[in-house]
């Protein structure tokens, strides 16, 4: 199976802030990688998919981008209503697999 | 608007089963694949199984081949997943999730999901 490597376990950021976050993939997944928010007590939600394409709905301030196998989601602005785990998941090769997630808090 | 709306989750003992309902509405249910991933404190996010349209098409992790069974009934818009010689292991949260209509691995619908707790 391929290993999705999640970083950071947790992150505390101000309101307005810049926050990166990021995934290796234990090989190569090309652009099959997806990035999902779960709001605490609710069930995760699409919010990227293609490494870049964003899901419907999604605000403008999430952005995804590729390095190699590294993956990052950016949230250029951070809103209160970001607050929430994050998750990524390559859609490369079957069984699909998930990063273990960044917990993301305001500061 | 699209829901999914999970059922049948509970408390059961090792070695015993459990079948768990998934019911959908608002989008064409017969146009979409469908899937289950379980989440667990320690494992965090485990897809589990996928249905083809159709239902002729099923996949399934290694961890539950030959324990589970995911089908559906487009007639009634709902899938299912029928899980056997149920291990402590299996404890978890199931969520229904819809693959997007493109890209069959990308799952652009959740439902609010089912506990499931195996233990005597």
């Known amino acids: 199976d391929i290993q999705m490597t999640q970083s950071p376990a947790s992150l505390s950021a101000s309101l307005e802030e810049i926050v990166t976050i990021t995934c290796q993939a234990s090989?190569?997944?090309?652009?099959?990688l997806a990035w999902y928010q779960q709001k605490p007590g609710k069930s995760p939600q699409l919010l990227i998919y293609g490494t870049t394409s964003l899901a419907d709905g999604v605000p403008s301030r999430f952005s995804g981008s590729r390095s190699g196998t590294q993956y990052s989601l950016k949230i250029s602005r951070l809103q209160v209503e970001d607050i929430g785990i994050y998750y990524c998941?390559?859609?490369?090769?079957?069984?699909?697999?998930f990063g273990s997630g960044t917990k993301l808090e305001i500061k | 608007e699209v829901q999914l709306v999970e059922s049948g989750g509970g408390l059961v003992q090792p070695g015993r089963s459990l079948k768990l309902s998934c019911a959908a509405s608002?989008?064409?249910?017969?146009?979409?694949?469908m899937a289950w991933v379980r989440q667990t404190p320690t494992k965090g996010l485990e897809w589990v199984a996928s249905?083809?349209?159709?239902?002729?098409?099923?996949y399934y992790r290694d961890s539950v081949k030959g324990r589970f069974t995911i089908s559906r009934d487009n007639a009634k818009n709902t899938q299912y997943l029928q899980m056997d010689s149920l291990r402590s292991e299996d404890t978890a949260t199931y969520y229904c999730a819809r693959p997007s209509v493109r890209y069959y691995w990308y799952f652009d619908f959740w439902g609010p999901g089912t506990m499931v707790t195996v233990s005597s």
């Open positions: 090989q190569n997944i090309g652009n099959w």
């Open positions: 998941q390559q859609a490369s090769s079957t069984p699909p697999t």
């Open positions: 249905i083809s349209t159709g239902g002729g098409n099923t």
């Open positions: 608002g989008f064409t249910f017969s146009n979409y694949g």
